[in-house]
Structures are given as C-alpha cells and as structure tokens.
C-alpha cells in the first residue's frame, strides 16, 4: 500500500485539545542528507558522496536495470527522463506487440492496473477484499450452522470482519478531526487574507476563539522551520487525505473499481493485461522511489540519485490501497523478463490473498540472478510478531537468497536513529537505511520531502545498482552479501513507543545486521570481493 508519510498521528481527545498537544516538526537542514558521511559530515548517510570522490573516479561502469513495482513514475521528470528505460524492440504507438512478449505498446514499462478504460488509482485494502470475498458465504452464518469443515474459514472470517469493523470506526475518528482541523487552518488563513501566510503573519493574527489560539500556537512554532507551503501539503493534506481515502474507499466493502482493467481478478495466473501507462493517475510515490535511485547526478537540477549509471523501468502495480497479489507476481515476472537486474518493492500489506503466486515469482528472480529490495513498513511493528506481505520466506518452507528488507532510520547517530514510524525485527529486517525528510523527483519535474521505509528501500536499490554497475561480474546474492556485511554498525539503543509504553532496545536488536547501509565500505568490499 501507498502509506502515507504522515509526521503526526490523530490522537483521542477533542479536536482542540489534539492540536493543543500536537508536536512541533523539524525538516533535515543537509539537502542531499542520505548520500552524505557520518564522520565528514556529521550526518548518518550511506557515504555516496564519498565514494565517488575518493573510489570510482575514472572508474569504469555499466548500466543496470532497475524496475520501480509502484504506483507510477512521471517518465518526463527533468531529472528522470534521461534514465528512463526504453524497449528498443518496440516501436511506439502503433499497437502492435511488435517484441512478442504479450504487452502491447510497453515502451517504458508497463501497468498492471489499467485497460484501454483507464487506470486504477484508489483500491480497497487486502483486509477489505477478503471479508467482501467471504460476505458471501459466511454473512449470514453462525458457529452452529457452519459445516465443521468449514469451521476454520469461518473463523477466519469472523476475525477479519471484527478487525475491519475496528479499522473502519477508526478511520472515521480520523476523518473528522482532521476535517475539523483543515478547516480551522483553512477559515484562519481565510481570515489572514493570503494564500501562503508567513510565521509573521500567523504572529500579527487577533484569534477569536480558543481553536484559532491554537491555529495560531502551531503555525508559529511549525514556520520557524519550513514554510506554510510545505507544511501544509506535507502535514495537514495528507493527513486529511489517508483518512478520507480509507473511509471512501480503502476499507468500504462496496468499493470496488477492478471492473476497470477487466481481468478475472480471482484467477492468479492470468499474465497479459493492463496498458502502458506507467504513470498512472498518480505517480508522487513512484517518482519519489525513481528519483532516489537515479536522479540524474550531473545535470545541476533538483536532486543526486545513488546511482550514476542505472536505467529506471516503470512497473505499476500499486495503487492507493493495497496491492493484489496477482498484480506484484505479474510485475516481478516482467520486470525479469525485460532485464532489470534490481527491483525495488515500497509497497507492503498485513493480509495476502494468494501468497504462493508471488512465491513462484520471486523464485523466478532469484533463479534469474535479480535482486529484490523490500520496505519494512510504517507501522512501528516488530515484523518478529506482525506479518509484512511480500515477504522472502515461502509458502512450504524456505526463503529467498536474494532479497533485502529495508527499515528507516533518520540523519542523526543517537537514540532516535531508528524512524519512528519504521516497522524492524531482528530476523525479519535486514539493514536500514536514511527514510527520513528525503528530497526527491515528484511530478511535474518538483520535488517533495517525504518520510518512511518506502524512500529507504530505493536508498538500498540505488546501491545494489551501484555495486552491480561497477563490478557486473557480482552475482546477487554476493551483492546482498556485500550489502549486509559492510553496513554501519549502530552501538547504541534506541527508543521505541508501543501502544502502552516506550521501551529501549540495543539498535543491534532491530535487523540482522544491526546497522545502516554504506556504500564506501561496500564498494571497497566489492573491490575485494572476488580475491
């Protein structure tokens, strides 16, 4: 799913009191923060500034592939364009399959989510899908009048329909205090009388009332740091948004817009539907990814992608909601099909409708040579307890060899290294890596900070490409391998809250490496790898 990367979180209590007690938040002052170096720049990067300066100049590089399974990649970024994958073997626009390889027209990728009616931009969650599917087999039954071999499912159902229930009635809390609070910013500014007031402006404002008192507490602690701009369409907006979107369609049973791409959503092994349009209706998130990755390095725009020397190959399979299972295998397969030698995966989800699809895939890709890099997930969740679908380990037994999971940790070394909202584990999360106030390509060639394991993951692909365009000969999982073994170890603990506490763990308990990504000290692994 398309998380949102909210700072703050709607808490109990009346509208006015949450905004009494909302946090003030802080934005990363070192623009390019994730490639820089601890100890040069006293800033917890991964050292790809370094590197370049002081490993690979004059060094040789080829290009690599990397896929971003996503929710759409704005192909005509100013800083994007130019890495953009391109099928050579298709000739645009005519409407032919003129590669033979099932997808018509698929020039810079392809969308799983769309027909020649359009495209797919909101979507239930997984959660949803699965009571809707057993609504009509379990909605009218009790415990007694269930055959016993179907007890099971049953139950099943019963638990997943009471967790829906809970995750809706939250939701809709969510819906209208942030409602009541857009509004109150809303009616303030109205009455401030410009669009984009300043810190002074907020400052010189008569409040009437205590809901505008605390409009105003809050504006002029946020604009010490940022703009009212950047506040709002990073803070206020989306927070509105994710709620309205899981109210309206993430978790309404009724929802429900497959019919769209006109595939049979239930059978898992259909392969060749969709368009090729890798954009899709929104492609912030994908973009993001993309330019993490890649943003082209020398051209003085916008921002420096990890990778100097990488293709970027648009793969849409993730709308605003959860992704199908269907959707992820078919994205995997073609990404291998068509030469990525990276794919990288910011998408997750707590519920999988057919795991063993996506098994067959990704065992397809590591029997290809192909490296997968996953996000852990936004949730604060130990992943030892809580389940983050796609995940490396099979259906039956066994887990794949090529595969990295990602958490997010933010620029400085002390106990708040770890996100906050970034899920861990101690076998289940690999490494971290900076996802905190990362800068990045958005459409409409702008760029965005955004926050959560979802820019960590690409930080990790743009590194595995990294190390693949520098030494080819590097099968993938000696990359993984270089990758774990040449992290950053954390020596410290770190804070983490739960629902009921806040408790401190060593970092080294939070993923199997205990550490943070470095590209420094992997290449200078890869060098020596092979001897």
């Not at 909202?421 to 890596?433: E, L, M, Q």
Request: charged share 25%; net charge negative; proline share 4%.
């Amino acid at each position: 799913m398309n998380k949102n990367n909210l700072n703050f979180f709607c808490g109990r209590g009346l509208c006015v009191a949450f905004l009494a007690a909302m946090p003030f938040v802080s934005f990363a002052q070192k623009p390019n923060w994730q490639n820089l170096d601890l100890k040069a720049d006293s800033t917890f990067g991964i050292s790809t500034e370094k590197a370049y300066n002081e490993l690979l100049k004059g060094k040789k590089s080829v290009p690599v592939i990397v896929a971003v399974l996503d929710g759409g990649v704005d192909i005509e970024h100013e800083d994007l364009k130019p890495v953009v994958w391109l099928n050579k073997k298709e000739k645009p626009g005519n409407g032919k399959d003129d590669d033979k390889n099932g997808y018509i027209d698929d020039v810079h990728g392809w969308n799983f989510l769309g027909s020649s009616k359009g495209s797919i931009n909101y979507e239930t969650l997984e959660l949803t899908r699965l009571v809707r599917r057993d609504n009509a087999r379990f909605a009218n039954s009790d415990a007694t009048s269930v055959k016993a071999d179907d007890l099971p499912a049953f139950e099943a159902y019963q638990k997943n329909k009471a967790a829906l229930e809970q995750e809706l009635a939250e939701a809709k809390v969510g819906y209208e205090r942030f409602s009541g609070i857009k509004n109150a910013i809303d009616a303030v500014v109205k009455k401030i009388g410009k669009e984009k007031p300043t810190r002074e402006d907020f400052q010189a404002f008569k409040p009437a009332d205590d809901m505008e008192t605390n409009i105003q507490r809050i504006m002029v602690g946020q604009l010490k740091n940022t703009s009212f701009d950047e506040f709002y369409t990073s803070q206020i907006e989306p927070a509105y948004d994710h709620y309205k979107n899981q109210v309206e369609y993430n978790l309404n049973v009724d929802f429900d817009p497959r019919g769209i791409v006109g595939d049979d959503p239930n059978n898992s092994k259909e392969r060749f539907y969709g368009n090729n349009d890798v954009a899709g209706p929104d492609a912030k998130h994908g973009s993001h990814v993309a330019g993490i990755i890649g943003a082209v390095r020398t051209n003085d725009l916008g921002i420096q992608g990890v990778a100097n020397n990488v293709v970027i190959m648009g793969v849409r399979n993730t709308p605003n909601g959860d992704e199908r299972d269907k959707d992820v295998a078919n994205g995997i397969r073609y990404a291998v099909d068509n030469g990525a030698k990276v794919i990288n995966m910011s998408f997750g989800k707590s519920y999988s409708w057919d795991k063993a699809i996506v098994d067959e895939a990704v065992k397809y890709a590591v029997s290809k040579d192909v490296l997968l890099i996953h996000a852990a997930g936004n949730d604060n969740k130990d992943l030892e307890v809580e389940s983050n679908f796609p995940d490396p380990e099979y259906v039956g037994g066994g887990k794949a060899a090529t595969w990295i999971t990602v958490g997010a940790s933010a620029w400085t070394n002390d106990g708040k290294i770890k996100a906050n909202f970034s899920n861990y584990g101690k076998t289940k999360v690999d490494v971290f890596a900076p996802g905190v106030d990362i800068n990045s390509t958005v459409p409409g060639s702008k760029y965005e900070k955004l926050s959560g394991t979802s820019m960590a993951a690409p930080v990790v692909a743009g590194l595995a490409a990294l190390i693949r365009s520098y030494y080819p000969k590097l099968k993938a999982v000696e990359v993984k391998d270089i990758i774990l073994k040449s992290v950053v170890k954390v020596n410290q603990s770190v804070e983490i809250k739960t629902e009921t506490d806040t408790k401190t763990v060593p970092f080294s308990d939070l993923c199997v490496t205990g550490g943070i990504v470095n590209a420094y000290d992997a290449l200078k692994l890869a060098a020596e790898y092979k001897k």
